[in-house]
């Protein structure tokens, strides 16, 4: 089975030959991949004008998702036999998840323990966050593309900031730190809006990430020239403060650091287009109906919930998530002639 509708999901015809059996989770290429993302649900209380229509898209089946056993289960496999070290909950929304803290304890109880961050468009964080840091969350992401109400009401068609403003200082307050906002800049205001999330998130101790636009969106509507990318980031974050690149080694971090005026603050950019850092990429990547994706922009898919529902036993299920990550593609094939977007959109895959 291929992909077909969107939302659906694919099974890879045939396993590749030659993955390893045992030991780190690598591709042909020699990336071992140690960092899973999670979706939990592919639900979202937002409609952002770059990830899904007004009126929101037709959500996954109840029975199609992951159970929490099945979950705990893919999680313990993840760390135990696959050498993850560090899991990250997404969605849709992941506060929309009933278990969203079962997740987290689920897999804070393995050993080793992996790091445990969520990401998040920060509406009822306010009311979750001690919860989350109770059931081992380590840190969070919350997505906030300006701090200007008019144009996050725009953007997100919600009148909802003063909501995700209060769940970032309960994230702080809770001790989920370093407390992070990720970006996506609007074609119209965003250069505006960059400098004042900047000044927001010095003001306030947060790490602002700013990331370039992709070809996730539900509508296919994506076009390059319409986005803003890392250089016009930079050149005008210049004009406000002075950027010197972070000394500390990038590693696998998809961000590129400056620190802001001589200070501790930094800024990071994701140029997930412009300049793609696919050559040092540690992720695999599960989504809340159980298919792995070795590629936030794969086109095929693995489907390890139908594989523990038929009964395959653990052996069978690390086999073909090996498998599924050993043919991982170089690279995510955005600046090549042929490239086409996956069939699901954001929502449906998790950040």
């Known amino acids: 089975m291929t992909g077909t509708a969107l939302g659906m999901p694919s099974v890879r015809r045939a396993a590749p030959v030659g993955a390893p059996s045992d030991g780190p989770l690598l591709d042909t290429f020699g990336r071992a991949a140690t960092d899973l993302r999670v979706s939990l649900t592919d639900r979202c209380n937002l409609r952002c ?71 998040t468009n920060g509406i009822g964080l306010v009311r979750r966050a001690a919860a989350l840091k109770a059931a081992g969350l380590d840190r969070v992401n919350v997505s906030l593309d300006t701090v200007n109400p008019e144009h996050f009401a725009r953007i997100t068609r919600r009148d909802r900031l003063r909501d995700v403003i209060a769940g970032l200082a309960a994230a702080a307050e809770a001790g989920l730190s370093p407390v992070k906002v990720n970006a996506v800049l609007d074609p119209v205001t965003g250069l505006d809006d960059a400098v004042a999330l900047l000044r927001f998130c010095l003001d306030h101790g947060y790490q602002l990430r700013i990331i370039e636009q992709m070809p996730l969106d539900a509508g296919h509507q ?18 406000e403060f002075d950027l010197v690149p972070d000394p500390a080694p990038r590693g696998s971090a998809p961000a590129q650091l400056w620190r802001v005026d001589g200070g501790v603050g930094t800024v990071g950019v994701i140029a997930s287009v412009s300049d793609a850092f696919c050559g040092a990429c540690d992720r695999t990547r599960l989504t809340a109906d159980g298919q792995v994706r070795s590629c936030l922009f794969s ?53």
Request: net charge negative.
């Open 49 to 119: 004008t770059y990830c899904m229509p007004a009126e929101g898209l037709e959500w996954l089946p109840g029975d199609d998702l992951l159970s929490a056993d099945e979950l705990s289960r893919l999680l313990t496999i993840a760390v135990t036999r696959l050498g993850i070290t560090n899991v990250r909950f997404t969605g849709g929304e992941p506060l929309l998840s009933r278990n969203l803290e079962g997740a987290i304890a689920a897999a804070t109880s393995l050993r080793p323990r992996p790091q445990t961050a969520v990401t």
């Open 222 to 239: 994506w076009q390059r020239d319409k986005t803003i990318d890392a250089d016009l980031i930079l050149n005008t974050l210049r004009r």
């Open 299 to 351: 086109r095929e898919e693995t489907d390890l919930r139908l594989l523990m529902r038929r009964g395959a036993d653990d052996d069978a299920v690390e086999a073909a998530w090996r498998a599924a990550m050993w043919a991982k593609p170089a690279g995510h094939g955005i600046n090549e002639p042929g490239f086409l977007q996956p069939d699901r959109p954001m929502s449906a895959i998790g950040g």
